[in-house]
């Protein structure tokens, strides 16, 4: 027996093993043809370019409608995909590892359960991740070229109608507003970190589930939750004596923690219709995607760490 | 020196939402298993074999009792550097081709580099499938999805090699080649723990064997002890005319308190007849 082989076999990190069963997941996931979508993206967006819509409107508005109706049937479909796949895919993955029996070989060998949990995660994770890269490479191409093009129709336009440059160069400004800027990135980052919640609360209910079916919907009935939730506290919370107590206050503050606020992700709204994702904003949903995929990660781990295979 | 196994007073019950009372799996079971020993756990289904190995790499917690594997607790993850499971019927990523499978495993122990490259190779080597090894496993036989996880199993070189009907739903062929892997496994000193209702197989391969049956470890020794019929003597000649062997059977009536039991052709077996024919 080569003692090489088996002193470097104790040797493996956490990290490294997290990497390992990751790149396997969204080595799987990608043979599964999910890529696929991206082709269905693709006709959207182009789709969305050929959009002709009224055109008794003046040059301050010529063209700039197509240019919100690009970002919002990208990020839409971009949302509809993470979302999708983040709860497909995860509660696919682990149902299938213990059907198949390939979890036992997985934990038979030197593998920590969070490892293997993380892992898949990572993997979906990383298909989504790379999968809104490519959609925003497209979506963000498409932009630029309309952008450039309604740019030049609205100066053709002012420039006939006899505008001050001063009134010209505030259009130009509204409407490269509209186009790909940060705020655009931010908001593409926002459909990331959201997914990825999703994608954490499947993986939860999967480590309980019996089927893919019942993590699916749950899941799904989840994502709908954190649409609303904030208002139903908010309207419990004012509704009279009940929602004055210290208790419905810790309650509701528990369900606050417990449960995703989806609300704050509108913002990718006002960013569709040019407004600015400010910084602060920006980091509050970072922070907030970020506590919400690793408390569910954490959870899923406390749940699975004692299950009987 | 430290055993390979060892699995002190281990009970295991399952809680199921129609009993009140628990299902009790394996029933106080204690068993030893020495260093570079095969090992075989014999008894019909639902007797407690599978559970029993499964608590043996920690897939599922003794109600009682206690495991371990070269000394260290079978719970803790580190235990599991040194054995290789090859469960039964097993099913590996289809998607993946068994070179890609076998690198999984490799570096999920840790391996990389030209120790893996090295390795992978080995193995497919050892359980001959060099020519199938950039085929998808989705594409493999029974026979060739049981020696790939065996390849799998051995990629870290481990100590102990835990093996959960290796040969269920094999061929003769495929379940030959399975049985002379663990014979090269015991030659290399790999202990081997192999559960199996197949008797016949494990008679074969095992220095020991234990019987389990409703839970409990009801017989247990080496495999040579258990089996002989201490007052029988058996002696095979080799072209041996009639007057020879009727001038040993005159021999034994002459001296007295012995007899003659049977004598006749000794028979192979209907496998070997087999493996012979197709060769």
């Keep these: ?309 | 020196m430290t055993p390979a196994v060892e699995i002190v007073g281990l009970v295991k019950d399952f809680h199921t939402s129609f009993r009140r009372t628990p299902l009790r799996a394996v029933d106080d079971v204690s068993l030893t298993i020495p260093a570079g020993e095969v090992y075989g756990l014999i008894g019909p289904n639902g007797s407690g074999k599978s559970t029993t190995m499964k608590a043996l790499l920690g897939l599922v917690a003794p109600t009682a009792g206690r495991c371990s594997i070269f000394g260290k607790d079978s719970l803790k993850v580190d235990s599991r550097n040194d054995v290789g499971f090859l469960p039964e019927n097993p099913y590996f990523y289809k998607h993946l081709s068994g070179r890609e499978t076998l690198r999984f495993y490799g570096k999920l122990c840790g391996l990389g580099g030209k120790t893996l490259d090295e390795r992978v190779k080995e193995m497919l080597a050892l359980v001959d499938l060099e020519d199938a090894s950039d085929r998808r496993i989705g594409g493999y036989s029974k026979g060739m999805l049981q020696r790939i996880g065996l390849a799998q199993a051995l990629i870290q070189e481990p100590r102990l090699l835990i093996l959960d009907e290796p040969t269920a739903g094999v061929d003769p062929i495929g379940s030959r080649q399975i049985r002379d892997l663990i014979f090269k496994l015991r030659e290399r000193g790999i202990t081997v723990f192999l559960c199996s209702h197949l008797l016949e197989q494990v008679q074969e391969v095992c220095d020991h064997v234990g019987i389990i049956f409703r839970g409990k470890l009801v017989k247990e020794g080496r495999l040579e002890d258990l089996i002989a019929i201490e007052d029988q003597t058996e002696i095979v000649l080799k072209d041996a005319s009639p007057e020879l062997v009727a001038r040993i059977e005159e021999l034994v009536r002459q001296e007295g308190g012995a007899e003659v039991v049977r004598t006749g052709k000794p028979r192979t077996t209907l496998e070997r007849l087999f493996l012979r024919e197709i060769r």
Excluded: C
Aim: hydrophobic fraction near 55%.
């Design chain 1, 1 to 309: 027996m080569s003692q090489a082989a088996t002193a470097s076999a104790s040797q493996g990190s956490h990290t490294g093993r997290i990497l390992v069963i990751a790149t396997h997941a969204f080595t799987q996931l990608m043979r599964m043809k999910v890529f696929y979508f991206l082709a269905i993206f693709a006709v959207i967006a182009l789709a969305s370019n050929f959009i002709s819509l009224p055109q008794h409107e003046g040059p301050e508005s010529m063209g700039s409608n197509v240019l919100s109706q690009i970002k919002s049937w990208s990020l839409g479909t971009m949302t509809l995909f993470s979302v999708v796949l983040a709860i497909v895919a995860t509660a696919l993955l682990l149902p299938k590892d213990i059907e198949d029996r390939t979890l036992y070989t997985v934990l038979a060998k030197p593998v920590p359960r969070f490892d293997y949990l993380a892992g898949k995660l990572l993997g979906v994770l990383m298909l989504i991740f790379v999968s809104l890269a490519l959609m925003d490479l497209l979506m963000v191409a498409v932009l630029q070229v309309r952008t450039s093009m309604v740019l030049t129709q609205q100066q053709e336009m002012a420039t006939a109608l006899g505008w001050s440059q001063g009134t010209i160069d505030s259009m130009r400004a509204e409407t490269e507003a509209l186009g790909p800027n940060w705020s655009l990135q931010g908001a593409v980052v926002a459909v990331f970190l959201r997914s990825a919640v999703m994608a954490a609360i499947a993986l939860m209910i999967s480590t309980f589930s019996t089927s893919t079916l019942f993590t699916t919907i749950v899941s799904f009935l989840v994502y709908f939750i954190g649409y609303f939730q904030a208002d139903a506290r908010d309207v419990y919370l004012h509704s009279g004596e009940a929602g004055q107590g210290v208790l419905a206050r810790l309650g509701s503050l528990l369900v606050s923690l417990i449960l995703p606020d989806f609300q704050l992700f509108n913002v990718i709204d006002t960013v569709i219709q040019g407004g600015v994702l400010p910084l602060d904003v920006f980091g509050k949903l970072v922070f907030v995607g970020f506590y919400y995929t690793v408390f569910y990660t954490f959870a899923s781990w406390f749940i699975f760490a004692d299950k009987e295979f």
